[in-house]
């Protein structure tokens, strides 16, 4: 099975902030790497499919980049809306495996 | 608007059974492969299988953890995805989501407990 590691595991910010948030893949997942985002209590939502189109709906300042094994996704300047858990899932082989999730905490 | 509704959920005793339905509406649900998602108390996502399109075969793929205990099937005259869960264990305890294509349900929470 793929492994995908997220980094950090959590992560303090502020209003305004600059955040980067990155997926490590076990081997080579070509473009297969989506983000989602969950809000504490909600159903995941998602950001990012194919590394780095914007699903609709989602604001401009979410952007991901990457290839092969290692991903990020960015968000250019945080809102107070933005405070969530994120995940990315690669969906290149079979199982297709999350990562263990990034908290995003004031 | 697309929208995905999860139901079925509720408390069942370790050993049974349960389905769950992942309904539809607002796209053309059969032209889509729907997934099965999962999160337990406290933990992170955890995908546990999908069911393609008829057009693409309307084959399956599982998770290691549930391949022979839970079955995907779906209804596309009724716009209906189905989980079939069989030899529960309080492991499965766990909200469970349906999805497609960056769109996901509200989730129905499935309790396994004696």
């Known amino acids: 099975d793929i492994q995908m590691t997220q980094s950090p595991s959590s992560l303090s910010a502020s209003v305004g902030d600059r955040v980067t948030i990155t997926c490590r893949a076990s081997?080579?997942?070509?473009?297969?790497l989506g983000w989602y985002q969950q809000r504490p209590g909600k159903a995941p939502k998602g950001l990012i499919y194919?590394?780095?189109g914007l699903q609709p709906g989602v604001p401009s300042r979410f952007s991901g980049s990457g290839s092969g094994t290692e991903f990020t996704l960015t968000i250019s300047s945080l809102q107070p809306e933005d405070f969530a858990t994120y995940y990315c899932?690669?969906?290149?082989?079979?199982?297709?495996?999350f990562g263990q999730g990034t908290k995003l905490e004031i | 608007e697309v929208q995905l509704v999860e139901s079925g959920g509720g408390l069942v005793q370790p050993g049974r059974s349960l389905r769950l339905s992942c309904t539809g509406s607002g796209f053309i649900f059969a032209d889509y492969a729907v997934s099965w998602v999962r999160q337990a108390p406290g933990k992170g996502l955890e995908w546990l299988g999908f069911i393609k399109s008829e057009s693409y075969g309307g084959t399956t793929e599982y998770a290691a953890s549930v391949r022979g205990r839970f079955t995907i099937s779906r209804d596309d005259s009724k716009g209906i995805a189905y989980l079939h869960m069989n030899s529960l264990k309080t492991d499965d305890t766990a909200v469970y989501y349906c999805?497609?294509?960056?769109?996901w349900g509200q989730g129905t929470l499935v309790t396994v407990s004696s």
């Open positions: 999805t497609k294509t960056g769109h």
């Open positions: 194919s590394v780095s």
């Open positions: 081997q080579d997942i070509r473009n297969d």
């Open positions: 899932l690669q969906h290149n082989s079979y199982p297709y495996t």
